[in-house]
């Protein structure tokens, strides 16, 4: 079963606009994921965010989560068209394993 | 490369066939675990093994699958008797265990089409 949902299913945006991802989920989580996959290949990790930490940044990435609201946000900042590509959330609860959600799409046109 | 990496990238194979797929991970990460993903969906669970364990298995995992690490470092997942449901993408991940929390990498992914 899929625990996260994602938000939007599908975002459109002109390169050099910020995209911002939503994600919930409904059990409690010992970390949560973020991925990119672009078609047909694997999934590339892209940061790491703990329970107990509300915010991070890599590079052109930040993500938050709210674990009292059980969600999390990515913001990608000056998209480029090469940012294209699913994003997935994933959550890691006690039992170790990554639980996806169904994605969301992002086009980002040049 | 010390990525994960996986054999074949893509299966094409008549219905009934087995098939197997090879995953080596990262070097010195101990957990491994195998993901499958259709069209439009995201990657769900199949299986993880810690070392040569398999400590939990999904139950999308039909008797046709099995998985094995057999000395803690590669990984292969069987399919015997494929269906055409079977068709789908299978993902191999690995992890070094923290209680900080592990960061999973992922292969790039067999593709299985059955005919």
């Not at chain 2, 996986?6 to 070097?27: A, E, L, M, W, Y």
Request: net charge positive; proline share 3%.
């Amino acid at each position: 079963s899929q625990q996260g949902e994602e938000d939007p299913q599908a975002l459109s945006i002109q390169e050099g606009e910020n995209a911002t991802m939503n994600c919930s989920y409904k059990t409690s989580i010992n970390n949560l994921q973020w991925y990119r996959q672009n078609s047909g290949r694997g999934l590339v990790h892209l940061i790491l965010i703990r329970s107990n930490e509300r915010e991070k940044h890599s590079g052109r990435l930040r993500v938050t989560l709210d674990t009292s609201k059980k969600s999390s946000s990515l913001l990608i900042t000056a998209s480029r068209a090469a940012d294209t590509a699913s994003y997935f959330c994933a959550t890691v609860g006690a039992n170790s394993k990554l639980t996806f959600g169904k994605g969301i799409t992002l086009s980002v046109r040049p | 490369d010390t990525g994960v990496s996986q054999d074949p990238r893509h299966k094409i194979t008549k219905r009934g066939q087995n098939v197997t797929f090879r995953c080596d991970p990262i070097s010195e990460h101990n957990r491994l675990y195998w993901y499958r993903q259709t069209l439009g969906q995201g990657p769900e669970f199949l299986t993880y093994f810690q070392n040569e364990a398999q400590l939990e298995k999904s139950r999308l995992l039909s008797d046709r699958f099995s998985a094995e690490r057999p000395k803690g470092s590669f990984s292969t997942l069987e399919i015997q008797r494929t269906e055409q449901g079977d068709s789908a993408m299978y993902l191999c991940a690995s992890s070094q265990l923290q209680f900080s929390g592990n960061t999973i990498y992922f292969g790039e992914g067999s593709w299985l089409t059955v005919v």
